[in-house]
């Protein structure tokens, strides 16, 4: 989401800031902006609307220039779109300040500070943390003082990066719910809300803890909060692993993350499983004990990493013989929960930095859960570092917002958990090891679907036009028909909708007709009766149905209906099969509409607010 990069060197900082927030356009932003501080031109502010790539422009033709500065990229969350909401937001000449998240009670802060005759030139919340700012730090006479009283003030979650004319050579950061990085160099140091903005200038890295603030300058580095140990003993050295890469000879880095998936689902599997059974301890020492405990599993997560906890859902119940409920994390933090005895909570998310999943975790101490599990991409997140256990899903970065790659290696770490328990509970060692041995191939038939990529493209064609689309599948894939859909609207904008196909005649059939695509996910398992007849339901109302089908299935080609028959494989792993299909025909219907693949408008890759 939002993205803070800020230095304190001694030499000059602006193109640093720009290549810090160059690195975290993945992250999904509308507008971008920095200060910086020179003794001779004072506090010098650039913002422009759009990429990064304008406001790079602006700085060529009037660079600002110092050794103290602070930048960011904005996702609207209050007011639109428009220069005078990009951050950096300022108080008279004297206060700069970024900020990640929301503050809650703002409104009745902005109205307290107009009645002191403080004036706003911005819709944004982050305009009062600066008015104040400016007010607490005169008053006490302290830059870090002013800071803490300010904080004091704000309600809700967020991350700020604070620079002071009066105080040239500090930052003052502070971390409330929202992620942030120190970065550590040598006669300078940094800061940012994801380590990857500063890779080409440090490897190492301290990584804030919840209500944390931070004093830097360019040879010291001083944090205030709960955790008394060093600054030494806190330091991370990250390894090469996190650059982020190129599109190599894809279009787009969603196509060449699409095509990664074989070699990332190899990652997340090496060292998990010997002789065809899954190793306890790759989810932490302890792992052996907790599982054998364990009588039921309670998922958590947002968005696509939702639907993998609902796929999740089915194998637990069919595989381990546990019960498992799954729960939108925006939901699930707000209602009061009863929680089975010996309940695991598993959290999902890409980032580590969801902020409902986070809340979801940190609220979970209050529901007597048996321990936390995560599955996460990041392995120094805030959902890593507060979970009991976890498993990193070694996807590599996902720069695209619509997540491919991530969502597969999900499902997989998912199957090794279900696997994992159900060993435990007294499962047949034989059928769990044929589970594996199907789970351990899945790279090699997800390499042959690959191969119907054109085949794809030219299906794409006949969607673009459609304004709206119709996802079905049973079982395991009625999860993967939602995420279908997900990836359609995420990217191409057309409206889809995801459904169980049973549940057609119980009102989505009225919205079926020839200008309606119906797009239907068809594997050679038991439900491909029931689904089959579902089908016909749409047919006879004249709508076109698209079925990606099992190359073993008979289904009989007719007009009206296009089928892609795809590599057969254990139903175990159709799932992750299917769901490549689906991301192609997203992709390509994108491709050919001429929209944002990579960075669609309105979304963002890292949800670190409400």
Known sequence: ????????????????????????????????????????????RVRRLGKVSELRSACEEHKPSGFVGIAHTRWATHGKPSESNAHPHVSGDQVSVVHNGIVENHEELRSKLQSQGYSFVSETDTEVIAHLLAREIEKCGDFRGGVNSVLDMLEGAFAIAVQHTGYPDLLVAARVGSPLVVGLGIGENFLASDPRALRPVTDRFIFLEEGEVVELSAKEVSIFGRNPASIESRTVKLDQGLEVGDKGNYRHFMLKEIFDQPDALRRTLQGRIVGHKVLDNAFGTGAAELFSQVKAVQIVACGSSFYTG????????????????????????????????????????????????????????????????????????????????????????????????????????????????????????????????????????????????????????????????????????????????????????????????????????????????????????????????????????????????????????????????????????????????????????AVFKGTDVDQPRNLAKSVTVE
């Not at 256990?389 to 070694?394: A, D, G, H, N």
């Not at 191409?492 to 909708?497: G, M, P, T």
Request: proline share 4%.
């Open 1 to 44: 989401m939002c993205g803070i990069v800020a230095a304190v060197t001694q030499r000059d900082v602006t193109d640093i800031l720009l290549e810090g927030l160059q690195r975290l356009e993945y992250r999904g932003y509308d507008s971008a902006g920095l200060t910086v501080f020179g003794e001779a031109d004072g506090l010098q």
């Open 310 to 589: 609902l796929v999740a859902r089915y194998w637990f119940e069919q595989i381990a013989h546990i019960p498992c409920s799954v729960e939108v994390a925006s939901e699930l933090r707000y209602r009061k929960v009863a929680v089975l005895k010996d309940t695991l909570l598993v959290t999902i998310s890409q980032s580590g930095e969801t902020a409902d999943t986070l809340a979801a975790l940190r609220n979970s101490t209050d529901n007597h859960y048996l321990a936390s599990l995560c599955l996460c991409n990041v392995p120094d997140s805030s959902l890593v570092r507060e979970s009991d256990f976890s498993l990193m899903t070694e996807a590599g970065i996902e720069i695209c917002v619509a997540s491919t790659k991530a969502f597969t290696n999900q499902l997989a770490d998912l199957l090794l958990l279900v696997i994992a328990l159900a060993k435990h509970n007294n499962s047949s060692e034989a059928g769990l090891q044929a589970l594996v041995k199907a789970l351990s191939g899945a790279p090699d038939v997800l390499e042959k679907v690959l191969k119907l990529d054109a085949e794809i493209e030219n299906i794409a064609q006949r969607f673009v036009e459609k304004n709206h689309a119709l996802f079905l599948g049973r079982g395991t894939h009625y999860p993967i028909a939602l995420e279908g859909a997900l990836k359609l609207k995420e990217i191409s904008y057309i409206h889809a909708e995801g459904y169980p196909a049973g549940e057609l005649k119980h009102g989505p059939l009225a919205l079926v007709d020839d200008d309606m695509p119906v797009v239907a996910v068809a594997p050679g398992d038991e439900l491909l009766e029931k689904l089959k007849s579902n089908l016909q339901e749409v047919r006879a109302r004249g709508g076109e149905l698209f079925i990606f089908a099992d190359e073993d299935s008979r289904f009989p080609d007719e007009p009206g209906t296009t089928i892609l028959r795809i590599p057969s494989c254990h139903q175990v792993i159709s799932p992750l099969v299917y769901v490549v299909p689906m991301q192609l025909l997203a992709y390509h219907v």
